[in-house]
C-alpha cells in the first residue's frame, strides 16, 4: 500500500511501511512520506527535499548473520554505511 493511502487510514509518517528494499523519507516542506530507494533517499537528503523517517534503516541477512545498513547524520548531507558481524541482535526500537 503506497505511503500516501496508509496516511489516509490515520497511520502517523513514522509509522508508514515501505516495500522491501524502500527507505521511508518524509518530505520536509509538508511531511509526505514517501518510500524510495537507497540512492535516491541519499540524492534527496543532499537536495534538502527531505529526510529518512527512520536513519537507522537496516537488512538483517540471517544466512551470513550479519546487520549492515544506513545512518544519516543529521544536519548535513552525509550518511555513514555499517555492518555487524556475528552479534545478537536482543531488541530493535524505532
Not at 61 to 86: D, P
Amino acid at each position: 500500500m503506497s505511503p500516501k493511502k496508509q496516511i489516509e487510514q490515520g497511520l502517523s509518517v513514522v509509522n508508514v511501511k515501505c516495500n522491501a528494499g524502500l527507505i521511508l523519507m518524509k518530505k520536509l516542506v509538508d511531511n509526505s512520506a514517501a518510500c524510495v530507494r537507497k540512492q535516491t533517499a541519499v540524492a534527496l537528503v543532499k537536495r534538502g527535499w527531505g529526510e529518512m523517517v527512520n536513519p537507522n534503516y537496516s537488512e538483517f541477512h540471517n544466512n551470513s548473520k550479519q546487520l549492515v545498513g544506513s545512518i544519516a547524520i543529521e544536519n548535513t548531507a552525509y550518511s555513514m554505511n555499517y555492518r555487524i558481524t556475528g552479534a545478537k541482535i536482543t531488541k530493535v526500537a524505532i
